[in-house]
């Protein structure tokens, strides 16, 4: 089984710069071992089972809660019979059509 899980949590009403939670959120998934990856607008991490993955997410999104009066979260699933490490193959795989 692979889960993918792209993500972002946004703390709302705790200032414009909103970096450091953020880093918070993502120094959680980081410190969870699954593979991930953190862009300009999501965080992704893979596991093979939907309660892995999401612990990590739900854990992540209480760091920013505990520090934000108000958080919004976006949750994007994509959930597979298969081998893991999705991560980086489905990238490799965009990568060689552009070559």
Same mark, same amino acid.
């Given at each position: 089984? /692979?889960? *993918? %899980?792209?993500? /972002?949590? +946004?703390?709302?009403?705790?200032? /414009?710069? %909103?970096?450091? $939670?953020?880093?918070?959120?993502? =120094?959680?998934?980081?410190?969870?071992?699954?593979?991930? =990856? @953190?862009?300009?607008?999501? @965080? +992704?991490?893979?596991?093979? +089972?939907?309660?892995? %993955?999401?612990?990590? #997410?739900?854990?992540?999104?209480?760091? #920013?809660?505990?520090?934000?009066? =108000? +958080? /919004?979260? #976006?949750?994007?699933?994509?959930?597979?019979?298969?081998?893991?490490?999705? $991560?980086?193959?489905? #990238?490799?795989?965009?990568? =060689?059509? *552009?070559?």
């Amino acid at each position: 089984m /692979s889960v *993918l %899980v792209a993500f /972002s949590v +946004t703390p709302i009403g705790s200032g /414009s710069d %909103v970096g450091e $939670l953020v880093a918070a959120a993502v =120094r959680v998934v980081r410190d969870s071992g699954l593979p991930n =990856r @953190t862009d300009a607008m999501f @965080t +992704t991490v893979e596991g093979e +089972t939907w309660e892995e %993955v999401m612990a990590v #997410v739900q854990a992540a999104v209480a760091v #920013v809660q505990a520090a934000s009066p =108000r +958080t /919004s979260t #976006v949750i994007k699933v994509d959930w597979r019979e298969g081998p893991v490490g999705r $991560l980086e193959s489905k #990238v490799a795989s965009v990568e =060689r059509h *552009l070559a």
